[in-house]
């Protein structure tokens, strides 16, 4: 019981709420608030923040090289997210179909990689590509010209690590809309004289678009905010936003751009958030 | 056609294998290798564990782990005291600001870790707060929270409530039947979600690396200065290896306990 | 404590509302100590959120309620004398039988040894010797039940409620549990108070019973009350199966009124007080094991109708007969079944005449007035 009679809330409703509503609001909202802040402030002549109010770091990012690093950025989480989809449908719709026995330990080792370390499971991929990498020595044993493709395609590398990092995100919505439509669906298309393809173009695909659709975002959120793989993949000299913006707070020490670069990041994630929560519901979670 | 759609089932067996291989291959290839008996890690010289050895005698090493373990239980006590409570509330009570309380415990989910490391490093730097083990827990609750919630919450629905009312029934004041009935019935969610945080914590590199001071690191931070510094070593294979299989292990258990009725 | 009061239970204008939802109307209940007392209705009616107010989980809207005599307004439930036998049982799945019987007492800090002794006493009671240390998972549904009975009577309460306790049972062993429930409930001699959507379980269990529809009482009374005189059409056609004849008054009679039933020509006796005048349309109910079914025809005068079997079914117990009257009036009769050698069952198509005992009517208000 949320209220009493009278309509006061009751003793056990503050005691849940205000620990984590205070926790939230310290080490949160404040932070997220001050770096808003800042991103209308000006840069130190020795870093730091000077308090006079501009929208010189938002125009900043006009500039051609920050624009170009934005774009590319949004270029690579999208053809990830392509790729996740490409692979990831299938997947899901043969998961769906599989028998149940299989079908637990399929999810389950879909699943665990995607909770481990990623830092980890990046850097196993960096073992793979580098240059003299075990790539490199299968091609060359075959007698192929070696790829190298960590030193000569550091975005493909990066989007190849993208895809292995959040093709867990994709199968699992995608699975989820696909697992709960009932078979008899398919054999009433069937039955009413639909082709495989095109029960599957008319009753499959749409009614597993919401999973289309929260799959995507789900891999598009982080791929477009990704630090990790391409700091590790281009060794510090490969940029993708996320890594721009780590530069503002480390070498380059110009905290307001930075912090305006984070805005312009977060609101497109947040638009991908609000997306995904109009598409599942936000109780769903 | 039976023809056609077996063709078709052996090109969604095929994809499945593929993308399988995928997901596992690097992984294997980094556990096998960190048996290599050779310094140049990519030709294979024969099985060896002189890398665990070495790694058994870095000081260095135990150090960051120690650090790793501190940071990651302190961190996980905390997340899972507070996500349990914001479980029970949205769960349990609807009130003015209901939304806006979720979308603050929810959003650092899908706020990119940079994002958060960096707002977090600037408040620090803004209310000159000394770096070290706190300010690392900090944002390590930050991150873990909403995890907590989520799990416990998927356990609170399953919850019966009518077993809380047969305690009233039977004379258990509020606290007496939180503490016999339901608490003892999500349990397996809240240490299910405990687990879930301490592993996010003993992996998270983003936050660490930019709320840390100088002098407290941890082990995924040493991974990465150790790559950094002289690239793929057999050493930085066998660490890996031993972070990948923890975070398995406490992976499958935490599962294992969000499934256990 | 004044003995009158032990176990009494007073409810005074309660009404319960949820958002635009009255679920409880303004209801007035006074329930005897020691009473088996039942809560009847079909789902919704308002009977089992009756029950949540007396433990306490729900507080009423307006009006009061009296335990013993005390207004309970504002006591929370586990401050209550009384106690609750859930629906579902609501069986704590992490404890044992024993530990899930003892919960009360615990709670009530009795030493270890009280409670332990006091668990095994009612586990007998409830013949479960021996399961103690099972969890209820383990335990059939028959089982799970007396062990809610069980949790619920070793707190001595001076009220038991019960929410349709044996709903989750099937057929052969709620009529046993019904036995045990009656047997119990005159051993621990507290009132019981019942909700049930089954009427025959009302029936046979019930000292008396609350008829509820749409959040109100329409009639308390005993079984034998409530079936000989059913106050409306509703209670009427809930207890028991009734015919109902929609009439017009013709005329009076001594102690009763004549009849005109619509669709048929005989007029039709009915004992009834006055109050009512000619014309005035009404409704006559009989119960089908009141009539008699005959190809011969009475000595007139006769009190009855005169049609044709178009339905015979045999139903062990009886013989049900669907008689065509006319075309709007239908009559269900039930013969007692005395084996086929002494009464051949009335084939179908017969003319046939239903006759009954003045007395056996019930007059009730038209639905339309």
Not at chain 1, 63 to 71: F, M, R, T
Not at chain 1, 175 to 204: I, M, N
Not at chain 3, 142 to 167: C, K
Request: aromatic share 10%.
């Amino acid at each position: 019981m949320t209220r009493d009679a009278r309509g006061r809330f009751s003793r056990d409703f503050y005691i849940l709420l205000i620990p984590t509503l205070m926790w939230v609001i310290c080490f949160f909202v404040v932070p997220s608030g001050l770096m808003l802040a800042t991103s209308f402030a000006q840069r130190g002549t020795h870093g730091g923040i000077v308090w006079h109010w501009t929208l010189g770091n938002y125009a900043a990012l006009g500039q051609p090289l920050y624009g170009k690093i934005l774009l590319n950025s949004l270029f690579i989480a999208a053809c990830t997210t392509v790729a996740c989809l490409i692979l990831g449908y299938p997947l899901a719709y043969y998961l769906a179909r599989v028998r149940s026995r299989w079908r637990n330990v399929l999810l389950l080792l879909l699943v665990v990689p995607f909770w481990t370390n990623f830092l980890v499971r990046t850097y196993a991929w960096k073992f793979i590509l580098r240059t003299d990498g075990l790539l490199d020595r299968v091609f060359t044993a075959l007698h192929l010209p070696a790829p190298d493709l960590l030193y000569q395609h550091v975005q493909f590398s990066v989007f190849l690590g993208l895809v292995y990092g959040y093709l867990a995100f994709m199968v699992l919505p995608l699975y989820a809309s696909l697992e709960k439509q009932d078979p008899a669906l398919l054999e009433a298309a069937h039955d009413l004289g639909a082709s495989p393809l095109a029960s599957f173009r008319h009753v499959t695909l749409p009614l597993s678009l919401p999973g289309v659709i929260a799959g995507s975002i789900l891999v598009f959120i982080p791929s477009l905010g990704a630090y990790i793989t391409p700091d590790l993949f281009g060794g510090g000299k490969y940029l993708m936003v996320g890594n721009l913006i780590g530069q503002q707070f480390g070498a380059s020490l110009n905290w307001p751009f930075g912090s305006a670069l984070s805005y312009v990041l977060m609101t497109l994630v947040l638009l991908g958030a609000v997306g995904y929560f109009r598409m599942m519901g936000t109780e769903e979670i | 056609m039976p023809t056609r759609s077996s063709a078709l089932r052996s090109v969604f067996r095929i994809n499945a294998l593929f993308i399988y291989f995928f997901l596992y291959a690097p992984i294997l290839v980094l556990l096998i290798f960190s048996f290599n008996d050779s310094r140049y890690t990519v030709s294979w010289q024969g099985f060896s564990l002189r890398w665990y050895g070495a790694l058994f005698q870095n000081s260095i090493l135990w150090e960051r782990c120690l650090n790793s373990l501190i940071i990651g239980l302190v961190a996980t006590l905390i997340a899972t005291v507070l996500g349990t409570s914001a479980a029970l509330l949205l769960e349990r009570h609807r009130f003015p600001g209901r939304g806006a309380y979720m979308a603050a415990v929810y959003l650092p989910i899908i706020m990119p870790d940079i994002i958060l490391a960096i707002s977090l490093s600037l408040f620090y730097g803004l209310v000159h707060l000394p770096r070290g083990f706190a300010t690392i827990i900090i944002g390590h609750v930050v991150l873990t929270l909403p995890f907590v919630t989520i799990v416990v919450r998927a356990r609170l629905r399953g919850f019966d409530r009518q077993l809380e009312e047969a305690a009233a029934d039977l004379g258990a004041n509020e606290w007496a039947t939180f503490r016999r009935v339901t608490l003892p019935l999500i349990a397996p969610g809240i240490l299910g979600g405990a687990l879930l945080a301490f592993t996010l914590s003993l992996d998270d590199f983003v936050l660490t690396f930019f709320t840390k001071g100088v002098g407290v690191d941890t082990l995924p931070v040493l991974i990465y200065s150790m790559q950094r510094k002289f690239g793929v070593t057999p050493e930085v294979n066998a660490i890996s290896s031993l972070l990948l299989l923890n975070s398995t292990l406490f992976v499958l258990l935490s599962l294992r306990l969000q499934k256990h009725r | 404590m004044n003995r009158s009061m032990q176990g009494r239970i007073e409810l005074r204008q309660v009404t319960k509302c949820f958002g635009a939802v009255t679920a409880v109307d303004g209801i007035s209940l006074d329930i005897r100590g020691g009473e088996f007392f039942s809560l009847l209705g079909p789902s919704g009616c308002g009977k089992t959120t009756t029950l949540r107010l007396i433990a306490g989980f729900e507080r009423p809207t307006t009006g009061e309620i009296l335990l013993e005599g005390v207004s309970v307004t504002g006591i929370p439930p586990h401050r209550r004398n009384v106690n609750t036998v859930f629906q579902s049982y609501a069986l704590f799945p992490h404890l044992t039988v024993e530990e899930n019987i003892g919960f009360g007492l615990k709670m009530k800090r009795l030493p270890k040894s009280e409670i332990n002794l006091q668990v095994e006493d009612v586990l007998s009671l409830v013949k479960l010797t021996g399961l103690g240390e099972r969890k209820p998972s383990e335990l059939s549904g028959g089982q799970q039940q007396r062990v809610a009975l069980a949790r619920a009577l070793v707190n001595h309460p001076a009220i038991l409620l019960l929410d349709e306790p044996l709903a989750a049972l099937d057929l052969k062993l709620r009529k046993q549990m019904q036995i045990e429930l009656k047997v119990l409930q005159r051993q621990v001699g507290i009132t019981f108070v019942y909700v049930t959507h089954d009427q025959g379980e009302a029936l046979s269990l019930s000292d008396r019973i609350a008829v509820m529809q749409d959040g109100r009482v329409l009639q308390i009374g005993t079984p034998s009350d409530l079936y000989e005189h059913p106050n409306c059409h509703f209670v009427a056609d809930f207890i028991g199966q009734s015919n109902f004849f929609p009439a017009t008054v013709a005329g009076h009679r001594e102690g009763g009124l004549t009849l005109r039933l619509t669709g048929a020509e005989s007029l039709i006796e009915v004992p009834a007080e006055c109050g009512y005048h000619p014309g005035q349309e009404v409704i006559l109910a009989v119960r089908p094991e009141r009539l008699q079914i005959s190809t011969n025809p009475p000595p007139p005068p006769f009190n009855g109708l005169y049609g044709m079997v178009s339905e015979v079914m045999y139903l062990g117990t009886l013989l049900q007969y669907t008689v065509s009257v006319s075309d709007s009036l239908q009559v269900l009769v039930h013969q007692p079944n005395l084996g086929s050698d002494s009464t051949p069952p009335i084939p179908r198509a017969s003319k046939v005449y239903i006759t009954w005992l003045p007395e056996h009517g019930i007059l009730l208000e038209s639905m339309t007035s």
